[in-house]
């Protein structure tokens, strides 16, 4: 099908996919006691501190602390009153959708959130042109209703609507007017409904961020800290010393250190993460002509030996092999799949010579080490190599130079991740003009698996066939799920997000989940 040469912002999260690296972890220092709790994350944000230019996952960790979301998103998958007191959809359809705002809520600046401010947040985030904002782009317009009612319209049915209106999404991250009507005002300085604010006094751009209280929360008594400071550090080495010495409470993990830290004492804690692997994305091939062919891509999977793969990469047992690009928090989600391709080399042979490959074959793959996935890149190539395929490695360093090779149809194949909420995953995976399909490849068959996701009650029996069939169809290699994996010393009440794992969720508005000092 057609090469796009520009793409909107549908990225990342469009795929539920966070910006972190995969064996992400960083740290600084900073004294730390009961009042003050210190943070890890593996970098600063990319793109400064506007929610609408946020990135996804544990990044949002800059996000939330200022900015309080519309719904949140409990551990478990329950949805709670936040800013918003009530939702609902309006039609059968999921595409008129309501919310009922809770009165009483002031910005960090003083002013009241209204709901002519949220509707025009809405738009602001849409047209961002930034990571995530795809994550809106189905939204047609945002009104205010009345007083406390915003009703959003939609070009299409999104039935997560409420999902990517919450904490694990920045769209229902609401920032003050005066921050929206002043550009770049939000680049640096926060303008919330959120627990804290920024404090720029006490912040280094690209080494530590602390947030204070916000004196206008509406919820004052869900406030456990007297200040939060976020470290960027990514060596994960590093983080693990901070951790043991004192200077941090909380950190992203690595599969690397997950052994020592636990050795040493410090609470681990791990969940399934996202599927990491091949995205073949020249289906139609426009660069590499052999990948146009289903057989090809048949073999690739064949060939690749996942079970070795996880072992080498993943010693200590924080991985698991999969050829499959559903993860267990997603409805529909079928283990049997974990092995629809088993490691069989002469099986991929055959295939790769009734394609008319006998004699081999070469691709190239783009990878991003900030991202961490060139050591799956490698040994995947390892592997390919055994049955006559070449794949050369493009190793690109910079997150936005890969999302350009990625998103422009440059590269006919990354080695990326993928997960999250399961009807977003599969938009993003298979839908034209999203990031994972940058070649806009067309497929009846894909296309009516797709629009049975909106046709019944839940998602997961109409998400697992089209699995099945993206699986059949060798749109993707899925190679492994690494764990999701958090770090914490003196921290007490943190819980991964079983839809999304992650820890960004500092407060819970019902306190259920608040984070506090351990007793």
């Known amino acids: 099908m057609k090469l796009s040469t520009s793409r909107p912002a549908l990225a990342l999260a469009a795929l539920g996919l966070a910006v972190a690296a995969l064996t992400g972890c ?27 230019k946020s990135g996804g996952g544990g990044s949002l960790i800059y996000s939330t602390l200022a900015y309080d979301s519309l719904i949140f998103v409990q551990p478990d998958g329950t949805l709670v009153p936040d800013l918003a007191e009530s939702w609902q959809w309006v039609d059968d359809q999921h595409q008129v959708f309501e919310l009922t705002l809770r009165q009483g809520v002031k910005f960090s600046d003083g002013t009241a959130m209204t709901a002519e401010g949220v509707a025009q947040w809405l738009h602001y985030f849409r047209d961002a042109k930034s990571t995530l904002s795809g994550t809106l782009a189905m939204l047609t317009e945002a009104v205010a209703v009345d007083a ?12 997560d609507l409420p999902v990517l209106l919450s904490q694990q999404f920045p769209g229902g991250l609401v920032a003050a007017p005066a921050g929206m009507n002043t550009p770049g005002s939000l680049d640096a300085a926060t303008i919330g409904t959120g627990p804290y604010m920024l404090d720029p006094a006490d912040t280094v751009t690209g080494d530590h961020y602390s947030y204070v209280p916000n004196p206008h929360y509406w919820n004052p008594n869900g406030i456990v800290y007297e200040k939060v400071v976020v470290h960027t550090i990514s060596d994960a080495n590093t983080v693990l010393s901070a951790l043991s010495s004192g200077q941090l409470d909380i950190a992203l993990g690595s599969p690397s250190t997950a052994r020592a830290a636990e050795d040493s004492g410090i609470e681990v804690r791990s969940a399934p993460g996202r599927v990491v692997g091949l995205f073949l994305l020249d289906r139609d091939g426009t660069h590499a002509p052999a990948l146009a062919d289903v057989k090809v891509r048949q073999a690739i999977n064949y060939a690749i030996d996942r079970a070795s793969i996880v072992a080498a990469l993943n010693p200590d047992g924080f991985a ?49 080490s900030t991202l961490g996935t060139c050591p799956y890149a490698e040994t995947i190539a390892g592997s390919l190599a055994g049955v006559g395929i070449t794949m050369t490695i493009d190793q690109v360093a910079e997150v936005s130079a890969f999302n350009q090779k990625f998103a422009s149809g440059e590269a006919p194949a990354v080695l990326f991740q993928s997960g999250g909420p399961a009807f977003r995953t599969a938009y993003g995976l298979t839908r034209e003009n999203v990031l994972a399909n940058p070649f806009d490849t067309v497929d009846p068959e894909i296309d009516a698996a797709f629009a049975q996701l909106t046709a019944g009650d839940t998602v997961g029996p109409a998400w697992r066939d089209l699995v099945r069939l993206l699986a059949e169809k060798g749109w993707f290699a899925p190679v492994a799920r690494p764990h999701a994996l958090v770090f914490s010393t003196g921290v007490g009440n943190v819980s991964l997000h079983e839809k999304v794992p992650t820890y960004f969720s500092v407060i819970d508005p019902t306190g259920t ?6 007793a």
Do not use: N
Not at 148 to 159: A, G, K, N, Q, W
């Open 26 to 52: 960083g740290g600084a220092a900073a004294g730390s006691g009961d009042t003050t709790l210190d943070v890890q994350f593996s970098g600063p944000p990319i793109t400064g501190l506007d929610p609408a």
């Open 148 to 159: 406390t009612t915003v009703r959003m319209t939609l070009s299409e049915p999104s039935p």
């Open 320 to 368: 698991d092999p999969t050829s499959q690009m559903a993860v267990p928090q997603q409805e529909g989600f079928d283990p049997a799949l974990d092995t629809i391709y088993p490691y069989d080399p002469e099986k991929a042979r055959q295939l790769l010579a009734e394609a008319g490959y006998g004699d081999g074959l070469s691709f190239e793959v783009t990878c991003s």
């Open 513 to 518: 989940h608040t984070w506090r000092p351990a």
